[in-house]
Structures are given as structure tokens and as C-alpha cells.
Nanobody
Framework: EVQLQASGGGLVQTGGSLRLSCSAS????????IAWFRQAPGKEREGIGC?????????YARSVKGRFSVSSDNAQLTTVYLQMNNLRPEDTARYYC??????????????????????WGQGTQVTVSS
């Protein structure tokens, strides 16, 4: 069974850091694009970062660029990470990972559109206190 599992969320103070993990089971991330989305209460789901397992390139939303980074365990291709630094209260949301079979770069498609993705994890909550 194909599954994605997001983990690593929690409560952190403003300016702190967290690293989220997205683990695949039943498949590997080979030839996939993997993205992170987040959704705060009352707001639409927002794409925040994407990585291509094919060429390792990444894309970021303007709201997190320079603070967040997406990486993968290149050897195993089963886990993707979202490193979040300098967290702000407005980063508080439930964070989801999603994947799509795609041999190209994230810039080759509308990566921040959730409709593009086939598989989703259940999400992990991140709360940033002021």
C-alpha cells in the first residue's frame, strides 16, 4: 500500500527551528516530485516547497524562501525533509507532504497547486508561539 507519513511537528517559540520528515512506504521517491503544503485554520492550503528527486532542484514560496529548505535522503529515496528556521507565528499550520510521479523539475509544472499531486500524507501540526 502506498503511503506518505509526515512527522516532526510540535510547539516552538518564535525564531526557533523544526525539521519535518515525509516518509514513503510501499514505494520510493525515485522519479517523483515531492512538495510540502500547509494549511492554517480558515485559510487555503498553501504550497511552500518542492523538490525533484530526479535532479534535486527545489522551488519555494516567497513567504518561506530563505528560511525553509527541502532536502531528501538521496541514497534511500524514501524520506524528504523540510527544515524550518527562524519560525514565525504566521507559520503556524498543519503541514502536509505530497508526491507526484514526474521525471522533471518542480519548475516544469504548477508545483504549488495541490491538484497536481497524487499522494498525500496525513499532516503534522506546527505551532509557533509569540
Amino acid at each position: 500500500e502506498v503511503q506518505l507519513q509526515a512527522s516532526g511537528g510540535g510547539l516552538v517559540q518564535t525564531g526557533g527551528s523544526l525539521r519535518l520528515s515525509c516518509s514513503a512506504s510501499g514505494f520510493t521517491f525515485d522519479d517523483h516530485a515531492i512538495a510540502w503544503f500547509r494549511q492554517a485554520p480558515g485559510k487555503e492550503r498553501e504550497g511552500i516547497g518542492c523538490i525533484s528527486s530526479t535532479d534535486g532542484t527545489t522551488e519555494y514560496a516567497r513567504s518561506v524562501k530563505g528560511r525553509f529548505s527541502v532536502s531528501s535522503d538521496n541514497a534511500q529515496l524514501t524520506t524528504v525533509y523540510l527544515q524550518m528556521n527562524n519560525l514565525r507565528p504566521e507559520d503556524t499550520a498543519r503541514y502536509y507532504c505530497a508526491s507526484l510521479i514526474d521525471e522533471g523539475s518542480c519548475s516544469d509544472f504548477d508545483w504549488d497547486n495541490q491538484q497536481e499531486f497524487d499522494y498525500w500524507g496525513q499532516g503534522t501540526q506546527v505551532t509557533v508561539s509569540s
